[in-house]
């Protein structure tokens, strides 16, 4: 068992359990927006933006894993402080808060979306918030070690039903649709690849999560390998580019689900969009509860609360809120989440991580 700094009792979550998690917190989400966003950037050559963004977030995902394991006992939040001094470690605390309670609130808005379009569009956007919510806090409330069992149940199936739905559009591939390669050259294809390396280094929640890995020798073979998997969905994901072309893709504003909605079990199993949804959405909601998780434990490591749970309803509230704020606000959330957020991760998991880690390693060389 560990113990936060709140004196938080969590129960500690298997090598393998934190590999499903990384994988179903990245993978959930990636496919809302982002074969759109590569695809105009990259046009044909998408599949090798998603290899450019693949490597890229190996890179910075060792630089990341390598300051945490320095400190295996502790977070993020915790050590800061030890490397700079307390005064910037809280700064540096409360932008790591902050970041996971922006991506909770951030999600929950993409989820309301698809509820809208996909289920009743008339219904009060913010009731879609409320429910999320509350379900997401179900589960915080039962510890990580909830979140990490349930999501080890769903993500299998959902990964199954993400590759039969790839199988059943196999004959709607045209794969001409990714030639010609590197027609304008091959900056596109790096920009496209930002946007890819962007959801990928997502997996820098796991400087929250090594204190609670029972086998932390493992940690960064796991975060490797979850990258290399969420790479290979990826890859999948650009299938869509083949089935549709670039002009078609660059437009949809969901086009995961008009990838589902095009495939079919022969003439008389079409429409197969709702049994994804569930699965999608199912995700989306381990992803939105993990979120809140960890960013009301940052916040509790920051002000130094002695348990998390008092932060639970305040926090939830303002997911919420912000969440039905930006409600009529979708194309700059898309316009926010497409130009602005690639720049802010890379300063969550590679400026800030890169700079704790090199004074920390100058410090361990005077000591010596």
């Given at each position: 068992m560990s ?43 998408s ?14 995902a060792?630089i990341?894993?390598?300051l945490?394991l ?11 402080s030890?490397?700079?001094?307390i ?8 932008s ?23 289920f009743?569009?008339?219904?009060p956007i ?28 769903l ?10 739905i790839s199988?059943l ?46 086998e ?22 650009a299938s869509?580019?083949?089935v ?11 086009p ?41 434990l ?6 130094g609360?002695?348990?998390y ?22 194309i ?5 989440i ?21 004074i ?9």
């Amino acid at each position: 068992m560990s113990e936060t700094a709140s004196n938080t009792k969590i129960i500690e979550i298997s090598a393998k359990q934190f590999l499903l998690l990384l994988v179903t917190y990245v993978i959930s989400t990636a496919d809302v927006f982002l074969p759109a966003f590569v695809a105009q950037e990259a046009k044909e050559d998408s599949w090798i933006s998603v290899i450019i963004g693949t490597i890229g977030a190996l890179i910075i995902a060792n630089i990341f894993i390598t300051l945490g394991l320095r400190y295996p006992k502790k977070t993020i939040i915790q050590y800061a402080s030890d490397i700079v001094g307390i005064p910037i470690g809280k700064i540096i605390g409360f932008s790591y808060a902050y970041y996971f309670i922006f991506v909770a609130w951030a999600v929950t808005r993409e989820l309301e979306e698809i509820f809208v379009t996909a289920f009743n569009p008339d219904a009060p956007i913010i009731l879609y918030g409320i429910v999320t919510v509350i379900v997401a806090a179900y589960a915080v409330m039962n510890g990580l070690e909830v979140i990490a069992r349930i999501n080890e149940l769903l993500l299998p199936i959902g990964l199954i039903v993400l590759f039969g739905i790839s199988l059943l559009n196999i004959p709607n591939v045209d794969l001409t649709n990714f030639l010609p390669v590197f027609y304008n050259g091959i900056i596109p294809s790096l920009k496209g690849g930002l946007f890819v390396q962007t959801w990928l280094i997502e997996t820098v929640i796991t400087l929250m999560l090594i204190p609670y890995i029972k086998e932390k020798e493992k940690a960064r073979k796991y975060l490797n390998f979850a990258i290399l998997i969420l790479g290979g969905t990826l890859i999948v994901g650009a299938s869509t580019i083949a089935v549709f072309g670039v002009s078609l893709t660059e437009k949809f504003l969901f086009p995961a689900l008009e990838y589902v909605r095009y495939a079919s079990l022969g003439p008389n199993i079409q429409n197969l969009d709702m049994g994804i949804m569930l699965v999608w959405i199912t995700g989306i909601y381990i992803k939105i509860a993990l979120s809140y998780f960890v960013g009301v434990l940052a916040l509790t490591q920051v002000i130094g609360s002695r348990s998390y749970k008092r932060l639970m309803v305040p926090i939830g509230i303002i997911i919420i809120v912000f969440a039905s704020a930006s409600a009529r606000m979708l194309i700059e959330l898309i316009y926010s989440i497409k130009y602005i957020l690639p720049f802010y991760f890379l300063v969550i998991a590679l400026i800030i991580p890169s700079i704790l880690l090199l004074i920390s390693v100058i410090r361990k060389q005077k000591s010596s």
